[in-house]
């Protein structure tokens, strides 16, 4: 038996925000914008998404988006408290009710033994809490991204449509 394929994650969670009356920011660093791509493609994104970061340098991060350079120099720019500070700091600069972050390695180069390349954090920022996970995603740096935009996409629109706040 064959099951009809789903439409696209970002097509889904525009009705979703929509209902709730919330704006969605991003801040991205190894997807490099396709976070917010994915989202913009969808007709009517202005109606819940207030826009990016793409914060590729520590020095991005740490001015725009104000995450504390005492966290990049402990943790470095791939971790918990980076994409924390990462999402929260989004939520706040552009006056968003939900906020998407993901810092990560996408390869081919750039892993050592403690963060191989694939080792990817997402946060995601409600009103209710922010919340972050670590994901090591496999294959090509175009995969590698892809997968995290799908990650993150995929956690808000559960998040979203489960109407309950984050765990």
């Known amino acids: 038996m064959s099951y009809p394929e789903l439409p696209p994650v970002e097509t889904r969670i525009g009705p979703l925000l929509l209902a709730r009356g919330w704006w969605l920011a991003v801040a991205e660093s190894c997807t490099g914008g396709l ?6 493609n969808v007709p009517g994104a202005s109606a819940y998404f207030r826009g990016g970061v793409i914060a590729y340098a520590n020095e991005v991060k740490m001015h725009l988006l104000g995450v504390p350079e ?10 918990e408290p980076t994409v ?3 999402a929260w700091g989004v939520k706040e600069r552009l006056q968003a009710d939900v906020a998407l972050a993901i810092s990560g390695i996408a390869g081919p ?12 954090w997402i946060a995601l920022a409600t ?11 496999t294959g090509s740096r175009e995969e590698n991204k892809w997968q995290a935009t799908e990650a993150a996409l995929q956690w808000l629109l559960d998040v979203l449509q489960e109407a309950r706040p984050l765990e």
């Open 109 to 120: 180069t750039g892993g050592t033994p403690e963060k191989p390349v694939g080792t990817t």
């Open 35 to 40: 976070l917010g791509h994915r989202i913009t």
């Open 127 to 137: 009103p209710e809490g922010i919340q972050a996970r670590r994901y090591r995603f």
């Open 84 to 86: 924390r500070a990462m």
């Open 70 to 79: 005492e966290v990049l120099l402990e943790y470095g720019a791939v971790s």
